[in-house]
């Protein structure tokens, strides 16, 4: 596709429940970052990978978060035992560079844990 | 931490006024970057600005970026009610790879 693309669009899980979110960065983008985004506040950063190498993770909230870029394409967040505080929209954005100076998002994926 | 104050939180305006959104910070960035994000969508990218001084102008949007590049400003010249949405302004700095520290972001509503 033309752009970066996420999914699922929505999820709602129980408390407690493992979830997965998968994003398809732009075709040939090294750089891919993960956001989250509370309601009625601005993006924060979880983690970067640069192809498959994740470079910083030092915006996961704890180690219940985990990602993974195993081909330097695709990536997927897992939120083990997920909790209230989780719920959320994640955001997916992918670069050209190692810069970062144009990053692309995706649509996100709207997280409700219940 | 690197911390972007951005105002106001809201802005409600007719058609037709112009309206300056504001970002500033303590913190130096090596660039600044705004996006606007509609609802049920993901932020999209309207500039990137890189030199302290910078203004850029896309149709009726004026981009500037502070002297000492901790600061930005947003000038929307003859609002539409179609540039209704969420605007953000996001930092890079202390990184080399572009991780953004973003503002929490100006809802702009514009009344035909």
């Known amino acids: 596709g033309a752009g970066v693309s996420q999914s699922p669009r929505y999820k709602v899980a129980k408390r407690g429940q493992d979830v997965a979110l998968r994003c398809d960065p732009i075709?040939?983008?090294?750089?891919l970052f993960w956001y989250q985004q509370a309601l009625g506040q601005g993006p924060e950063f979880l983690t970067y990978?640069?192809?498959?190498?994740?470079?910083?993770k030092s915006g996961l909230p704890s180690d219940r978060f985990f990602a993974e870029r195993p081909e330097g394409s695709v990536s997927t967040l897992k939120i083990q035992r997920t909790q209230q505080e989780d719920s959320a929209v994640y955001l997916c954005a992918s670069s050209p560079g190692t810069s970062g100076l144009f990053q692309f998002f995706g649509p996100g994926t709207r997280l409700t844990v219940l | 931490t690197q911390l972007l104050e951005q105002s106001p939180q809201f802005l409600s305006i007719q058609e037709g006024e112009n309206l300056t959104v504001y970002c500033n910070s303590s913190s130096v960035f090596s660039s600044l970057q705004w996006y606007r994000q509609e609802p049920g969508e993901g932020p999209v990218l309207l500039v990137t600005v890189v030199t302290g001084g910078e203004v850029k102008k896309l149709k009726r949007l004026t981009f500037q970026f502070g002297d000492a590049r901790k600061d930005s400003s947003l000038h929307i010249t003859a609002a539409q009610p179609g540039d209704t949405g969420l605007y953000l302004c996001a930092g890079a700095g202390g990184t080399s790879y572009g991780k953004l520290t973003f503002g929490q972001g100006t809802i702009l509503t514009v009344h035909p």
């Open positions: 990978f640069q192809n498959e190498a994740q470079l910083d």
């Open positions: 075709s040939g983008h090294v750089s």
